[in-house]
């Protein structure tokens, strides 16, 4: 596996679309410099010891300075076009060209006036995607980016979809890019003449091992030396239930985890399951070091995938009194296997392994099954949110008592998993149920809630998006107080209307949201294409050519400068507008004192916090 990763970068001025014109771009200006500083680190070559990408180190001869970066697990070195050597006399900057004409991803960088982009233009074998970076208002307090891609028709879709506003200058638009241009590579590796060449090559090895590398010893010979590669047993007499334990002895197996189940690959189990999306049949389980599917055997040849989630959705597991493994993932969702084996004890031997695996692959943990007795008000002692997370548990409380904590998730109520019940159904089963027992599970080392990763994607996703159209909200009312100031009239009530707007947007509809079972994946086919009356989108101009489809463009959001003209025209004197102007006044008084109150609640809520805080601590 590699982490290192090279991006070519071209820089294109006012004017200028052609792949020769770009190279000719001796220096940078103040726009690019300002736009490279978001990507990485100005180093220099000379005995630079990290992650080269091919340049050099010791004599200066690619240049004296790179720009260089680490994005999570990746290290990455730009091949910046203005900072590679330029020659004069050369008007194709073959130096310059024999680095970045050999990247697969390339982001092009254009100033205010560059004509639209095309890859036709780009006379090149290796380069696959081009992300195509156009920057409006540079070198102010108000510059942004819009962002537009393409890739070869033979590379693979590929995220993170693009959103449907201006990126700002800011930490967010380099994570877009360089997830962006890493995903893209690794795209267009499993695509095309890359995936050809890849096939070859292995091909060539597996053969060299077949022939040069077999052995006649048989297995029986050098048994002693594969039992390292066993499973050891230890006997663990704690006498602790939930892990398997048979007829309650009070005597379970613990497995070390031999070497095979830290395999990148997937490890194969034939196992019995159901859940609500698949019925109960026997599939194929397999769990590589990603992803967690189910395949009917039956269908295997044509590729027949039932069932499947990133193993980072695994939440947890439960040990089932059937023999079995109850799976959570996602949301909650519950996936019921069961090994197929000749006796129990192998069957508990193959869930034992299948959990080792999830144990390296995952971060899951097994759940707790924790029986709930109510106090002399009928009550548990505890409140849950709606997707189940235990915000408060009652001092001294019986929930208290049997561990149940701040934090803690609840995936099941009564053997029934969470996602599948109702709100009505959560409270029925809370107030009638003669007996509650709740499935948790605990909270993480950091005390946090556990959530997969799907949700803590669609999580940052909404972060994002209330972060946005605040930001645009706070700009729009200030426009609109600007203007106001001539219209002292209407001063009030404009602002009343942008503090009803920004409340507005606030909102959004969980219809956008991903399903809850399913990592969310890039879906080109969904990018919004705005146009602002002010700005020419500088999209891929793409020809009738089967080489290069267009992928994802966008365009600034439409402009609210109309809008804003006319909320501040001069108010009407007919009385039906002079009673329309009290009533909005009068709307904003109700959400001053509104909002009075609610500091006031907070007011006394940390007073009365502070007076107990300050008593005396009871004695034992």
């Not at 890849?198 to 006649?216: G, I, K, N, P, S």
């Not at 159904?425 to 990763?453: I, M, Y």
């Amino acid at each position: 596996l590699s982490f290192q990763r090279k991006i070519g970068i071209l820089y294109c001025k006012g004017g200028q679309s052609s792949e020769e014109e770009m190279y000719n771009n001796e220096t940078a200006g103040p726009a690019f410099q300002e736009f490279l500083s978001i990507l990485g680190d100005k180093v220099q070559l000379k005995g630079f010891d990290k992650y080269r990408a091919q340049l050099d180190n010791k004599t200066d001869s690619t240049g004296t300075h790179s720009l260089y970066t680490r994005y999570q697990d990746y290290e990455i070195m730009f091949h910046v076009s203005t900072m590679l050597p330029f020659t004069a006399s050369n008007s194709q900057q073959l130096l310059r060209k024999r680095h970045i004409g050999n990247d697969i991803v390339t982001i092009v960088f254009q100033e205010p006036g560059a004509l639209p982009f095309t890859p036709q233009t780009i006379r090149s074998h290796f380069q696959h995607v081009f992300i195509v970076v156009h920057v409006h208002n540079p070198c102010s307090n108000h510059t942004s980016y819009s962002v537009a891609v393409t890739r070869t028709a033979d590379t693979p879709s590929f995220g993170p979809p693009l959103p449907t506003t201006l990126f700002r200058h800011s930490p967010e638009l380099r994570d877009f890019l360089l997830s962006k241009a890493v995903n893209g590579e690794n795209a267009a590796e499993r695509g095309g003449k890359f995936l050809a060449m890849a096939t070859r090559t292995r091909e060539e090895y597996l053969r060299d091992l077949a022939r040069d590398h077999v052995t006649t010893t048989t297995l029986d010979s050098c048994s002693s030396k594969l039992a390292i590669l066993g499973l050891s047993k230890k006997r663990d007499r704690s006498g602790s239930t939930g892990t398997g334990d048979k007829g309650g002895k009070g005597t379970r197996w613990a497995y070390s985890v031999p070497p095979e189940f830290h395999s990148s690959g997937s490890l194969v189990w034939t196992v019995k399951a159901v859940s609500v999306t698949i019925p109960e049949s026997i599939y194929m389980l397999g769990i590589s070091s990603e992803m967690l599917v189910l395949v009917d055997p039956k269908k295997e040849r044509e590729g027949a995938v039932s069932f499947h989630c990133s193993c980072r959705d695994v939440l947890g597991w439960t040990y089932s009194s059937k023999g079995g493994l109850d799976l959570y993932y996602g949301r909650a969702g519950r996936l019921a296997i069961c090994p197929i084996a000749s006796n129990e004890t192998e069957v508990e031997n193959e869930i034992n392994h299948i959990v080792k695996r999830l144990q390296v692959v995952s971060g899951g943990c097994e759940t707790r099954e924790i029986p709930l007795l109510r106090n002399g008000l009928g009550q548990l002692g505890f409140n849950a949110d709606s997707g189940g997370f235990v915000i408060e548990v009652e001092r001294f409380s019986m929930a208290e008592t049997v561990g149940l904590c701040p934090g803690a998730r609840l995936v099941a109520i009564c053997g029934q998993p969470f996602c599948s019940l109702t709100p009505d159904d959560v409270r029925s089963l809370f107030l009638r149920a003669k007996k509650v027992t709740v499935t948790t599970l605990p909270p993480d080392e950091a005390g946090k809630p556990r959530r997969s990763f799907s949700e803590l994607y669609v999580k940052s996703l909404q972060e994002q998006r209330i972060l946005r159209r605040s930001e645009g909200d706070i700009e729009k009312e200030d426009v609109i107080a600007r203007k106001a100031e001539t219209a002292p009239e209407t001063k009030n009530i404009l602002r009343t209307l942008s503090v009803q707007e920004e409340r507005t947007e606030f909102r959004f509809n969980k219809a956008d949201l991903a399903p809850p079972d399913i990592i969310p994946q890039p879906d080109p086919s969904r990018d919004e294409v705005m146009m602002d009356d002010t700005f020419e989108e500088p999209q891929a101009e793409m020809s009738d050519s089967e080489t290069l489809v267009h992928e994802e463009t966008f365009s600034p959001a439409p402009s609210t400068q109309k809008h804003s003209k006319n909320a501040i025209s001069p108010a009407p004197q007919s009385l039906e507008d002079e009673w329309q102007s009290i009533s909005d006044l009068t709307l904003a008084c109700n959400s001053i004192l509104e909002a009075m109150s609610k500091e006031e609640q907070v007011q006394a809520i940390k007073n009365d916090l502070g007076a107990q805080s300050s008593l005396p601590a009871a004695s034992g």
